[in-house]
Nanobody, 127 residues
């Protein structure tokens, strides 16, 4: 059983920055990819970014491309989401997710593609 714990959420002004962290409880060898999703009030949970644990290749939603950066530190079993130039529409609960099975060269962007989820951390962008 994999446990994921997010941290780093909070209130930030438009144009500001915030970094989220997600610590995983198990060995990295059992993990193929990790991702961040977000859910705004009254909306579906949507894909934000994903990273392959081996190799570190990344893929982003168009809405965050150029503003957000996903990264990982293998030794710490931790994945990060650096968020810059934040907008009010970035407000929501941000969830970390892990996928254990390989998907080859395909980047997994669907909620159902991931096996484990964190509890979420709130990000509010407001002046």
């Amino acid at each position: 059983q994999v446990q994921l714990v997010e941290s780093g959420g909070g209130l930030v002004q438009p144009g500001g920055s915030l970094t989220l962290s997600c610590a995983a409880s198990e060995r990295t060898s059992s993990r193929f990819a990790m991702a961040w999703f977000r859910q705004a009030p009254g909306k579906e949970r949507e894909f934000v970014a994903t990273i392959r644990w081996t190799g570190g290749s990344t893929y982003y939603a168009d809405s965050v491309k150029g503003r957000f950066a996903i990264s990982r530190v293998n030794a710490k079993n931790t994945v990060y989401l650096q968020m810059n130039s934040l907008k009010s529409e970035d407000t929501g609960v941000y969830y970390c997710a892990a996928r254990t099975g390989s998907s080859g060269t395909y980047y997994n962007t669907n909620r159902g593609d991931y096996d484990y989820w964190g509890q979420g951390t709130q990000v509010t962008v407001s002046s």
